[in-house]
T-cell receptor, first 114, second 110 residues
Framework: GAGVSQSPSNKVTEKGKDVELRCDPI?????LYWYRQRLGQGLEFLIY????????KSGLPSDRFSAERTGESVSTLTIQRTQQEDSAVYLC????????????FGEGSWLTVV | GQNIDQPTEMTATEGAIVQINCTYQ??????LFWYQQHAGEAPTFLSY????GLEEKGRFSSFLSRSKGYSYLLLKELQMKDSASYLC???????????FGAGTRLAVHP
């Protein structure tokens, strides 16, 4: 597609339920990032995929969070047993290749845990 | 550890010039980005610096000093639409992980 596509754009879920967020990167982009942004705060790095290399998971806040990506295609971020503190916008970004290339953001998935 | 510092908030007057500073301490360095983010929207790319010096792009300029771990974003001829958060981000680490500062909220007043 023309840009990074994320779905759902908005999700309201009950505490304790699992949610799955999807990111479809720009075609040909080998790098894919997930960030979390709480209201009024900065972007918090979660995970980074680069081609077929092992992902950098150092930003995942707990074992309730996991992400997958098959090759250079779609990625899914899964949050298990959601908590109210998980309420945030989850931003996905992609970039061609390694350092020095602009990363392009999707519009985000707004998650509200009630 | 990795640390990126920016002022939390700034205010400026329409038509004026404002400089937003960013200092960083990261394990490795492969470039620095500035992004603009309007409330409720995704960040959009403004500039990229990997070598020391000033990069100018229209009303926006960005400066980098790698030896000092310092960058600034300069906005000239401020417009009301420039009211937004400005995010400093650094590529660091072996996998080129892009780490963001907390952002600077700029309010432009008439």
């Amino acid at each position: 597609g023309a840009g990074v596509s994320q779905s759902p754009s908005n999700k309201v879920t009950e505490k304790g339920k699992d949610v799955e967020l999807r990111c479809d990167p720009i075609s040909g982009h080998t790098a894919l990032y997930w960030y979390r942004q709480r209201l009024g705060q900065g972007l918090e790095f979660l995970i980074y995929f680069q081609g077929n290399s092992a992902p950098d998971k150092s930003g995942l806040p707990s074992d309730r969070f996991s992400a997958e990506r098959t090759g250079e295609s779609v990625s899914t971020l899964t949050i298990q047993r959601t908590q109210q503190e998980d309420s945030a916008v989850y931003l996905c970004a992609s970039a061609p290749g390694r350092a020095g290339n602009t990363i392009y953001f999707g519009e985000g998935s707004w998650l509200t845990v009630v | 550890g990795q640390n990126i510092d920016q002022p939390t908030e700034m205010t400026a007057t329409e038509g004026a010039i404002v400089q937003i500073n960013c200092t960083y301490q990261t394990s490795g360095f492969n470039g620095l980005f500035w992004y603009q983010q309007h409330a409720g929207e995704a960040p959009t790319f403004l500039s990229y610096n990997v070598l020391d010096g000033l990069e100018e792009k229209g009303r926006f300029s960005s400066f980098l000093s790698r030896s000092k771990g310092y960058s600034y974003l300069l906005l000239k001829e401020l417009q009301m639409k420039d009211s937004a958060s400005y995010l400093c981000a650094v590529f660091s680490g072996g996998y080129n992980k892009l780490i963001f500062g907390a952002g600077t909220r700029l309010a432009v007043h008439p």
